[in-house]
């Protein structure tokens, strides 16, 4: 199979993890630091033994059978049986975990997993020292960006000036905005809650002061409030 036909495959076989940003990216999280704890319990465990195992000891005698030489390449006993299925072993959790990281990555790169009415595209301009924020109706905001709870945004994201970076962690969006280019990233909204936006590329003497807020709001008091927003009064 080729790469883009076994994403998908992988991804209706819920293999891959999808949903929400957030939910991927935990995934991909524990997903590496419970494999890569278990490997290191092997690797330390096994070494250890060995090291017990063929310690120095006065009554030993002077050929133990399998005892590695220095200098010697060890076959690890049963001609080589063990140094290849620790080679095998290590390449099926290398080659799996790359393919399904990437399907992971793919899956959150590419375009947002709901098209339609809970979906909103927000146009993000950065400049120094700060973010504009464009909606849909026409309105703009500084500073602040507004958004409906339990949403699919859609994030156009590009500067005015220099290059930035725009990221809000707890959203798990972070992309370049690029003068005359435009990005696109998506995130999904769930409760109500404020974060902080922040500019993740030094950009001059304001870099650090480069905030907006991030307010997530209860449907209704949104729409009160994207009611009154016109693309004048803003
Ligand atoms: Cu904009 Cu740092």
Redesign the pocket.
Known sequence: MTDSAMIPALLQGGIIPTGSRVNVFSEIYWVFLILGTLVGVVVIAYMLYNAYKYRERDDAPDTVEDRPVLGEVPTGGGKGRKLFLSFAISAVIVISLVVWTYGALAYVENEPPTQGEDTMEIEVV?Y??GWEFHYPNGATTDGELRLPEDTTVVFKVTSDD?F??FGIPELRVKVD?IPGETTTTWAQTEEPATYEAK??????AG?SY?TAEVVVMEQSEFDTWYANQTAEGS
């Open positions: 950065g120094q020292f220099v930035h970076n905005a500019c993740y590329e030094l950009c001059g870099h480069m």
